[in-house]
Every structure is written in C-alpha cells, then in structure tokens.
Nanobody, 125 residues
Framework: QVQLVESGGGSVQSGGSLRLSCAGS????????MGWFRQAPGKEREEVADIARDGLTNYADFVRGRFIISRDNAKNTLYLQMNSLKPEDTATYYC???????????????????WGQGTQVTVSS
C-alpha cells in the first residue's frame, strides 16, 4: 500500500537544472529502498540512482557527477537534483520504493514493487 507521487518535471534547455520530488506514504520499517528510474520511448526502464534509509547511494554512470539523490526520512520524501542536463536525459522519470537487500548495485525494474505515476523531463539542445 505504498503510494508515491512525483513532481518537479518540466522542460529545460541543455545545461539547465531541475529538482524532482517524490512524496511517499504507507511505508513500513522494511521499506528501506527509494530510487529514481527513467524511461525514454523505445528504451527499457533503467535506474538512475537510489538511496537506502541509512544514506548509502548508487548512481548510474550516465548521471554520476551531475545528479544528486537525497531523502528526508522524517518527511518520507525523495529528491533528485538534476544538473547539467543533456538532451539524452529526456524521459519519463519514475519514483520507486520498497524493500531491497541489494546494497552495492543498481536495481533492475523487475526488482521494484512500488512505482509513482511518472513525471516528464524534456531537455532541448
């Protein structure tokens, strides 16, 4: 019964920034994982970054050094600060949450149970 609602998507020019937010509810103590995935038309859904409750993070190579993931456990809110955006970042971005024992690698989409509705990010050249 986890509910996830994304916000903050929009259209920006190459090199610009956006800040995505994901408001969560219905968590239990076992729901330790939160992350961001993205999916472009004709592409597989892929993880961008994730963060465990204790703050451990993982980043995809294509965003490392540009994006910062964070979470506020007290507010059950996940964030993604997206800097130096490129046209290749254009996609629908999905918030993901649940229970995971994976600590040291990105997840595949089929390892995720709970999803938000998605928010569109468009980056023009």
């Amino acid at each position: 019964q986890v509910q996830l609602v994304e916000s903050g998507g929009g259209s920006v020019q190459s090199g610009g920034s956006l800040r995505l937010s994901c408001a969560g509810s219905g968590y239990t103590s076992s729901n330790n994982y939160m992350g961001w995935f993205r999916q472009a038309p004709g592409k597989e859904r892929e993880e961008v970054a994730d963060i465990a409750r204790d703050g451990l993070t993982n980043y995809a190579d294509f965003v490392r050094g540009r994006f910062i993931i964070s979470r506020d456990n007290a507010k059950n809110t996940l964030y993604l600060q997206m800097n130096s955006l490129k046209p290749e970042d254009t996609a629908t971005y999905y918030c993901a949450a649940g229970r995971s024992t994976v600590r040291w690698r990105l997840l595949q989409s089929n390892e995720v149970k709970n999803w938000g509705q998605g928010t569109q990010v468009t980056v023009s050249s």
